[in-house]
C-alpha cells in the first residue's frame, strides 16, 4: 500500500496505474483538441471553402479513374507544415499520423490512413505546377484581414533577407550572361538626352549598348540561386526575398530573386505589389540599400513620403567627403573647400551631371592631396539629374515624426524576418529552383497571416463589450477576470516546489 506524506521535507508521487491505457473510451477527436488550440482558432477565423474555386478546372473531370484526395485537406496538410515549422513533407505526416489536432485540422478520422508524403509533389506537377493557386490563397488571407480591420497600411516596411539555398558553394562555374536592362532604363535616357539637349550636348548613340556582358558565379546544383558575401569574408549560395509589411507585421507582398541581386533591383517589383494599398499608403520606410535617387523618385512620384536612415559617404580616408562641396543651384555649378568654381562639363550614360575644376587652380592649391589623385590634376564631382528626390528624403529624415517610424523597421519587418526563420522554416530551403522557393516563401507569409489573423479574432471575440448602469462596474470585473483566464494557460492553487508560493503563478519554474 503506498503512503502519502503531505509534509513538506518528504517529496510525494502518486504511483500511474499504466493499465488505463488499454481500457475503452467513449471519446469524440473534437474533445481531444483543446479550445484554445492555434488550428481550432483558425479554423473559426477563416472557411476554407475558397479553396474549392480556387482549383476548379485543375482537376480532371468525369468518372474514369480514382478520386483525388480533397483539396481542402490537401492544403491544409501545406499549412501544418509552414505554421509550425516542419522540414519536410516527410515529417509532416509523421507528426499527423500521432497528432490529434493535425487530424481534427485536415478532417480526418482518429484510425484514417494519412495520406503518402509524395502526396503534395505529385499534385504540384501535374495540377499547381506553372499555376498563381499560391498566390490566390496567400491574397484571400490576406483580404481576410483587410475585411477585419486589422491591417494598418498607412506606413509600409520594406526590406530584404537571404533565404540560403539547397546548393554546395563549392560546386559552381563562370558563366558569361547578358547585363539584365533596368525597368526604369529607357525613362532615365529619355531625361538625359533631354538634359544633354538643354546644356547643348548632343544626345548618346545607344545602337549596340544594350549588349553588354558580365561574368556570373553560377551553382551547378541550383542554378537559379546566386552567391552573396555574407559577413565579410564567407560566401553563401542563397534566394533573397524582398519583403513589405504594415505596422501590425502582416505581410503585403514580396517578390523572391537570387541571392546575388541587389535589394535596390527589385525594389520596383515589391512597390508594383501594393498597388491595392496605394491609397492608404501614406510612408514608405526603407533601408540604406534602397537610398537611391531612382527609388526616392519613385516613391514621391506616387505621393508618399520615403523615410531612410543615414547613409555614410562612401569617401577614400583622409579625402574630402562630398557634402563638404556646395552645390549652387543659381549658378549650376560647385564650390569646393578651397573656394574655386567646379563648372558644368556633361551628362554622363548613367545619368549624372559632372562639374570640372580648373587644372592650373588646382595644382597649386595646398589642399589637392586631400581632393583628388588624378593625374591632370582635375577633381571632378557628379550629380545625378535625379538628386532633387534624395534631398528631399534628407529633408524628411529629420522629422521627429518620420523619425519615430523608422524606429518601428525593428518591431515591423525584422520581426516578420525574425518570426519567418526561427518559427517557420525560412532559414534555409530544401527545395531547388526559383518556382519552388517562391511556393515555399508565399506559403510561409500567408500561414503568418493566417495565425495572425486568427489570434486577433479571437481577442476580439474576448474583447469586454460596452456596459451601463449600476451593474456596469462588476459586469467589467467578471469580463476582465474572464479575459485573464482565458489568457493564462496554468496558476497554481498549491504551492509550488521551488519557490513555495501559494495561490499564485510561479513565475520561476515557468508553472
Known amino acids: ?17 499504466r493499465a488505463k491505457q488499454h481500457q475503452m473510451q467513449f471519446i469524440t477527436l473534437d474533445d481531444l483538441v483543446p479550445a484554445d488550440h492555434i488550428l481550432r482558432l483558425i479554423d473559426d477565423a477563416i472557411d476554407f471553402s475558397f479553396i474549392y474555386d480556387e482549383v476548379e478546372g485543375l482537376y480532371a473531370s468525369g468518372r474514369d479513374g480514382r478520386p483525388g484526395i480533397d483539396p481542402v485537406s490537401l492544403f491544409k496538410i501545406i499549412f501544418i507544415q509552414y505554421l509550425f515549422g516542419i522540414r519536410s513533407m516527410r515529417q509532416t505526416i509523421k507528426e499527423i499520423e500521432v497528432n490529434t489536432a493535425y487530424r481534427w485540422f485536415i478532417g480526418y478520422e482518429l484510425l484514417e490512413p494519412i495520406p503518402h508524403f509524395s502526396t503534395f509533389s505529385k499534385n504540384y506537377t501535374r495540377r499547381f505546377k506553372d499555376t498563381d493557386i499560391f498566390e490566390k490563397i496567400f491574397q484571400h488571407i490576406l483580404q481576410e484581414a483587410v475585411n477585419n480591420g486589422f491591417v494598418d497600411a498607412s506606413a509600409v516596411f520594406i526590406y530584404g533577407t537571404h533565404i540560403k539555398a539547397s546548393a554546395n558553394k563549392h560546386k559552381t562555374q563562370k558563366v558569361t550572361v547578358t547585363k539584365p536592362i533596368p525597368q526604369y532604363k529607357s525613362e532615365l535616357d529619355q531625361e538625359i538626352d533631354n538634359d544633354r539637349s538643354q546644356k547643348g550636348k548632343k544626345p548618346f548613340d545607344r545602337d549596340g549598348n544594350n549588349d553588354k556582358t558580365i ?96 547613409k555614410r559617404p562612401m569617401t577614400k580616408k583622409g579625402f574630402f567627403k562630398k557634402t563638404e562641396y556646395v552645390y549652387d543651384e543659381y549658378y549650376e555649378c560647385y564650390i569646393c573647400p578651397a ?91 530544401m527545395l531547388r529552383g526559383l518556382e519552388k522557393v517562391k511556393m515555399q ?17 479571437h481577442r476580439k471575440r474576448l474583447q469586454k463589450p460596452s456596459v451601463h448602469g449600476k451593474n456596469g462596474f462588476f459586469e467589467k470585473i467578471k469580463y476582465k477576470l474572464l479575459y485573464k483566464a482565458k489568457t493564462w494557460q496554468r496558476v497554481w492553487i ?14 520561476i519554474t515557468g508553472g
Open 1 to 17: 500500500m503506498v503512503k502519502y506524506y503531505y509534509d513538506w521535507g518528504v517529496f510525494m508521487y502518486k504511483k500511474k496505474n
Open 215 to 310: 561574368k556570373r558565379t553560377v551553382s551547378t546544383t541550383d542554378p537559379d540561386s546566386g552567391m552573396f558575401v555574407k559577413g565579410e569574408h564567407e560566401r553563401q549560395l542563397a534566394y533573397v526575398a524582398n519583403t513589405a509589411c504594415d505596422k501590425h507585421n502582416f505581410v503585403l507582398g514580396f517578390y523572391l530573386g537570387a541571392g546575388n541581386i541587389h535589394d535596390s533591383q527589385m525594389f520596383h517589383e515589391v512597390f508594383k505589389k501594393l498597388e491595392v494599398f496605394k491609397s492608404e499608403i501614406k510612408v514608405v520606410a526603407v533601408d540604406a540599400g534602397y537610398k537611391t535617387p531612382r527609388i526616392m523618385r519613385e516613391i514621391i512620384h506616387r505621393g508618399m513620403i520615403p523615410v531612410v536612415p543615414y
Open 339 to 429: 573656394n574655386k568654381l567646379l563648372h558644368y562639363s556633361t551628362t554622363n550614360r548613367e545619368g549624372c551631371r559632372e562639374y570640372k575644376s580648373n587644372p592650373l587652380e588646382c595644382i597649386q592649391c595646398p589642399y589637392i592631396e586631400k581632393c583628388t589623385m588624378s593625374r591632370n590634376h582635375t577633381k571632378v564631382v557628379t550629380r545625378h539629374i535625379w538628386s532633387e528626390y534624395m534631398e528631399y528624403a534628407e529633408e524628411y529624415r529629420h522629422v521627429f515624426q518620420y523619425k519615430e517610424i523608422y524606429k518601428q523597421r525593428r518591431e515591423t519587418i525584422e520581426r516578420v524576418f525574425a518570426d519567418a526563420k526561427e518559427h517557420h522554416g525560412l532559414r534555409y530551403t
Open 441 to 457: 516563401a508565399t506559403l510561409t507569409f500567408a500561414c503568418m497571416n493566417l495565425k495572425k489573423l486568427a489570434i486577433w479574432k
Open 494 to 507: 498549491t504551492r509550488c516546489h521551488v519557490c513555495l508560493q501559494s495561490e499564485t503563478t510561479c513565475y
